[in-house]
DNA sequence: TTTTATCGTTTACAGATGTAATCGAATCGA
DNA sequence: TCGATTCGATTACATCTGTAAACGATAAAA
């Protein structure tokens, strides 16, 4: 992926990532969450930024295109975890969560998904 | 703290926060990393707009203002650390916790903060 | 076949952001 | 005292972002 991603854009990708793709704008558009409230042209608006960047490929289907994603989640999230640590608490983990522990913002099976991972990694 | 700060804007703060307040806009530009490697009038700019969304306070000392941060760091890396992992994570630490594993990212130190963390939550 | 709905494309426009230059007032140095 | 320096304030300006409307081509409906 060459560049990054908007919030709006964001939005955009994860309905293209959690749904069986590809889809036309207009299956884009009604899936996105309704607080966005969007129209249909912003949709476009952003779909057409995202083609700028490459992360989404287009395939023509008659006179329409069906959209997909050209970027996985995986790696784009993973650098923007990276990107957010490093900035905020200088590329450690345990600051952030700290950070997050204090507001009692873990729940209990994300608390022994992390001690699972943790025994893992011991080893 | 009423705006989210831009990542210019942060930088700012990260000086003022680091080092002993108040400071000069002279002073807040010598200790930008060099990095940035900007002019004094973008250190200016970048006050003038932190006033405006009252990140920091001036100190009228004769001609000119000294600086302080107005907002906290803590509160505000912890709302931006929610934000993210809600955004990115559907608010789960376990996912980012594993995505930063994979890429062997955690240090020993790190994870022996971790763990300490833990113990304590379990109990 | 004529109207209408639907596509993608182009254009719009205000606010945020990065990155300054300029300007007028004050002060410092000579 | 007078020019140089230093402040903050004002203005600049391109790019990105959010959020569309308008437009022209095409296809579907009547």
Redesign the pocket.
Known sequence: ME????????DVMEVLWSSDQPL???DIAERIPAE???????V??????L?A?RAVS?AK???????SPAIARDPYVADESRRFVDRLFGGKLSPLFAQLAEGETIDKDDLAAIEALLKELRQ
Not at 3 to 10: F, G, M, N, V
Not at 36 to 41: I, K
Not at 44 to 49: C, E, P, V
Not at 61 to 67: C, E, P, Q
């Open positions: 560049k990054r991603l908007s919030d709006a854009e964001w036309t704008a207009t966005r409230d969007w129209s249909l042209a912003t476009k608006s952003l779909l057409t930024r083609l960047k287009p289907d008659g006179r329409r295109f069906l959209y």
